[in-house]
């Protein structure tokens, strides 16, 4: 079993003075079309909290009703309590878990707070005058792994197959030569069977035998289409299909007939217990309440015996930066993660993005997580 980052206790005192939340809306430089919906800019809540020593801690999350949530419960909550004491910071903002499952707004809280939990990370890291993944127990490789990644065209524009095809597998070579990843991944699911069998091909065959290449369907195939396009597409070698069904049942069918690794965004553990043939969670670090959350989901993973990897969902720089930290410190995490940081107009961050060069990142050696708010681009993005 793979060892837990140890989690860090408090030490000393740390007030909290302040807490500011912005949202904020950044167009995607390629529109993001898959199955669900359609993705054309990314629409976070950025939180800055700040001692009364003068120490900022940084955090983000998806959504901007996140804002409101952190705004209206969290803030007035924990307005001069200890931003070293992460538990009592989270017992104050979050009911004990598990929680009644009859309350599904609990899930829409966690998720906004995992800004203020990575925010809080970020101060611990600082005051401690170390890197995030040090406080994470230390970088376990050279770099933090990422693949190459792409949504699908838009259905509706008028392509061919073969020109879909062709689309695909020029944004495949494109991704791994700015890259340098081992593995593409990209969406499957909005086009029939038969055109996403063609663009496996062609993507294939643009990258050659040793690039390897998962998709993800969004749960948008039933189970005979995900097992007619894992038998198309049997020669150009998949590794993965994320999510191939809308079941989790029918996921372990797909899995049991077509041989093809499968991974899920399911992250209950009671849940997941039940289908032993899914191989691996791909989660991120808002959905299951920042950095905590994300450590607990490492542990639980291990406990079941599945693979684990970082689930892109249009990140800007401070998440994208916890990313980076994350894939350097944990052990788990040696599969290429998603990415979708080079698909944003602006990470508003300060200096140069952190773009993914020969298959990862590598965080800078500074306290905390390594990035600063470019002021001008909050400003810019902000909706108020």
Not at 105 to 120: C, M, Q, V
């Amino acid at each position: 079993m793979a060892t837990l980052p140890k989690v860090p206790t408090s030490v000393g005192s740390m007030r909290i003075r302040d807490v500011r939340v912005y949202s904020v809306a950044v167009p995607v430089t390629r529109v993001g079309h898959f199955s669900k919906r359609v993705v054309q800019r990314v629409e976070n809540t950025i939180v800055e909290i700040e001692t009364e020593d003068g120490f900022v801690g940084l955090g983000e999350t998806r959504g901007l009703w996140s804002a409101d949530i952190v705004r209206v419960r969290f803030v007035p909550a924990i307005l001069g309590m200890d931003a070293l004491d992460k538990t009592a910071v989270r017992e104050a903002c979050l009911p004990s878990e598990p929680f009644d499952f009859g309350y599904p707004e609990h899930l829409a809280s966690r998720n906004a707070y995992s800004a203020i939990d990575i925010a809080l990370w970020d101060i611990a890291a600082k005051v401690d005058g170390r890197p995030l993944y040090d406080l994470l127990g230390g970088a376990v490789r050279e770099k933090a792994p990422f693949c190459g990644y792409a949504y699908s065209d838009d259905p509706t524009a008028g392509y061919s197959n073969d020109e879909l095809a062709a689309r695909m597998a020029g944004i495949a070579v494109q991704q791994i030569e700015e890259t340098g990843a081992c593995l593409f991944e990209y969406k499957i699911g909005l086009h029939t069977v038969d055109c996403e069998i063609k663009i496996a091909h062609a993507v294939r065959a643009a990258l050659g035998p040793d690039v390897e290449i998962a998709v993800d369907a969004n749960m948008a195939l039933s189970q005979d289409q995900a097992l007619s396009f894992l038998e198309g597409v049997r020669e150009a070698r998949l590794v993965n299909i994320e999510e191939p069904v809308a079941s989790l049942a029918a996921t372990e069918v797909v899995r049991e007939r077509s041989g093809m690794p499968v991974s899920t965004h399911c992250y209950d553990g009671d849940t997941l217990a039940r289908y032993p043939l899914i191989d691996a969670v791909v989660v991120d670090p808002q959905l299951v309440g920042g950095i905590t959350g994300f450590l607990e989901q490492l542990a639980l993973a291990d406990r079941l015996g599945k693979r684990i990897w970082l689930r892109a969902r249009w990140e800007l720089g401070i998440a994208w930066a916890v990313f980076c930290h994350l894939g350097l410190a944990c052990s788990q995490l040696n599969r290429p993660n998603q990415s979708l940081i080079a698909w944003v107009e602006d990470d508003l961050v300060l200096g140069e993005r952190w773009r993914v060069r020969d298959g990862g990142v590598r965080p800078p050696k500074v306290p905390g997580l390594g990035v600063e708010i470019d002021r001008d681009a909050l400003v810019h993005y902000s909706l108020r």
